[in-house]
């Protein structure tokens, strides 16, 4: 008996890896994270697969569960949005389980980062613009260490990526202006990857005024960088002069 944590992915039921996929089909429960996960994945699980929507239920009511499913010796797919390393709240559990004996592994998914970069048709890795991709969020309920704050994170200019802050989209570009300025490019996506996915590409001077008016307020990625302004040098990996065994 194993407990499977799966990234489902940032919504479109065909972004989970085939391996994700596979052990959903596989597993007798299912515990998904009903807020953010497609209802469409449940689609891969079997017909006698008992489902429960963790959106409702506390740590110890989730741990409950697996410890069912332990006794009656039946696997469990613990299902998260995007990637279930990025703010998956997943290691709680996993020490959890560790305390209980149960065995588990992680299935990595797509971040929806990175679906939000497919929308947009977009490299967040620019010769001569940025080469580093920060990951990170306002703070809300969970507190931010004071080394990481947005502040600080500025002055890097590097590609921002910022998860659950879209409904404070006028503290962060107060807090980014001063090093990004006015007109640095900023995208926002909403739902990458669903039907109903939206993208509004504005700058930091405009886009408070966009979010609002398009009713924006969650479930969004925030980018931020001069990468959205594709003004660049092209890539040496397809340099004639390059050789490609040269990158590792
Ligand atoms: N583990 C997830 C993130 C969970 S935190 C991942 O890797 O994507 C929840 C936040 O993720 C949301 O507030 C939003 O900022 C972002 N998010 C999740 N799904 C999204 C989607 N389809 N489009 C845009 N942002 C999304």
Known sequence: MKVYFIGAGPGDPELITVKGKRVIE??????????????????????????????????????TVMEEAKEKNIDVARLHTGDPSIYGAIQEQMLELDKRDIDYEVIPGV???????????????LPGVSQTIIITRIEGRTPVPETEKLETLSKTKATLCIFLSVKEIKRVTDILKPAYGNDCPVAIVYKASWKDEKIIT????????????????????????????????????????FKHSHRN
């Open 26 to 63: 596989s597993c007798g429960y299912c515990i998904y994270a009903g807020s953010l996960v497609n209802k469409e994945i449940l689609n891969y699980c079997r017909k006698d697969t008992k489902i429960y929507d963790s959106a409702s239920m506390a740590l110890e009511e989730i741990i």
């Open 111 to 125: 971040s929806s980062f990175l679906a939000a970069a497919a929308a947009l048709k977009q490299e967040l890795t």
């Open 202 to 241: 504005s700058d930091l001077g405009n886009v408070v005024d966009a979010t609002i008016q398009n009713g924006i307020k969650r479930t969004a990625i925030i980018i931020v960088g001069n990468v959205l302004s594709r003004n660049f040098e092209y890539s040496k990996l397809y340099d004639k002069h």
